[in-house]
């Protein structure tokens, strides 16, 4: 896991209203709170990206390269 990609999910993670803890499994980042320890957090290829339904502007890593929000 690259640090860009670690960093990011640690800052969206403390701002996120939605953020739900996965379970404890499925946690991979020590940080308390980030978008990798999310329930809502799917993996993509180079990244990941948030599923939770309705969300008006979800968080997504698609590399290191490319950060969207």
Same mark, same amino acid.
């Given at each position: 896991?690259? @640090?860009?990609?670690?960093?990011? +999910?640690?800052?969206?993670?403390k701002m996120c209203t939605?953020?739900?803890?996965?379970?404890?499994?499925?946690?991979?980042?020590?940080?308390?709170?980030?978008?990798?320890?999310?329930?809502?957090?799917?993996?993509?290829?180079?990244?990941?990206?948030?599923?939770?339904?309705?969300?008006? @502007?979800?968080?997504?890593?698609?590399? +290191?390269?490319?950060? *969207? *929000?």
């Amino acid at each position: 896991m690259n @640090n860009a990609l670690i960093h990011y +999910a640690r800052a969206q993670g403390k701002m996120c209203t939605l953020y739900m803890d996965d379970d404890e499994d499925e946690q991979v980042d020590e940080a308390p709170r980030s978008c990798l320890n999310c329930g809502y957090r799917r993996w993509l290829a180079t990244g990941f990206r948030c599923v939770y339904p309705n969300h008006s @502007n979800p968080p997504q890593f698609t590399g +290191a390269n490319s950060l *969207t *929000t």
